[in-house]
DNA sequence: CTAGTTGCAAAGAGTTTGCATGGCG
DNA sequence: CGCCATGCAAACTCTTTGCAACTAG
């Protein structure tokens, strides 16, 4: 699958490249790049993507969409994001506190943790600032 | 919303409680229930029993549908849930290592977790046992 | 050339909503 | 009795798929 590099291949993973930090939804590429790629090639060239592990696809909470995010060649790899529930920004754990539940999973209940899939929600430092709860 | 405490909510308060460890769909709950409950019913007694917090709604991995997990008053409140991406059963995190992820990340990051909400993906010990990867 | 990709539109899956009927309190 | 909740079906949203036309290698 995907063996040919496409203009829209090429498009889509820039623009997924340029927000690499994101989850972003695939509705939000298809809009943002309408003008040069259709919606299903959106659809299938993020399964591709997801399939080669260039781009992650995780769930969103409480949302219908899935976020996709890019995990390039580096970066967020092996990384647990964290997702503030009231500004929506998208964070990585750190690696100290990643492995340390990493291992304790494994050590306690012998589970093996997909880090890329995980997504933890709360209130981040900015957020729980002023606001309420 | 929801006044009334009617047949149809009691079914599917009884119905969740009965799996109270496991993540329901709303599709599962309409099809069990089927006879006695429509799926309108379902969803937005669903819908109800969230914001009332008997229920928590969480987004399953890769799944487009959302699964639904009894919180009654006590027990998965304060729980992360774990699930294997090979089986789909899931657990909860022991509570001695969800207490110390969440001092870690309040104290590293800032961050308030939301218990509740997060869902952790890996492997469990049984599907890791013969099981390919 | 020729198999892989694209774009479009239609089909699917899950969830939500409008409206008339029926039931809780 | 009055308002709330139910049931049904239709509407919606996000995603997937079928198919003919196009294109990278």
């Known amino acids: 699958m995907q063996k040919y590099f496409t203009e ?19 509705q939000e590429i298809a809009a943002a790049l309408c003008l040069s790629v259709s919606k299903s090639a959106v659809y299938r060239n993020l399964a591709a ?3 080669e592990g260039k781009v992650v696809r995780v769930s969103l909470a409480g949302d219908r969409a899935f976020g996709y995010r890019y995990a390039g060649s580096h970066a967020c790899a092996g990384k647990i994001h ?8 998208t964070e990585h754990v750190s690696s100290s506190v990643t492995s340390r539940l990493e291992r304790a999973l494994a050590a306690e209940e012998g589970f093996s943790l997909r880090k890329g899939e ?4 709360g209130v981040c430092k900015a957020c729980r600032g002023g606001a309420s709860k």
Not at 118 to 121: K, Q, S
């Open 82 to 89: 964290i997702s503030c529930v009231k500004c929506g920004r």
């Open 49 to 51: 993507l997801e399939k």
């Open 118 to 121: 995980c997504m933890l929600y």
């Open 8 to 26: 829209q291949r090429r498009i889509i993973s820039e623009y997924l490249e340029s927000r690499k930090d994101e989850c972003v939804t695939a």
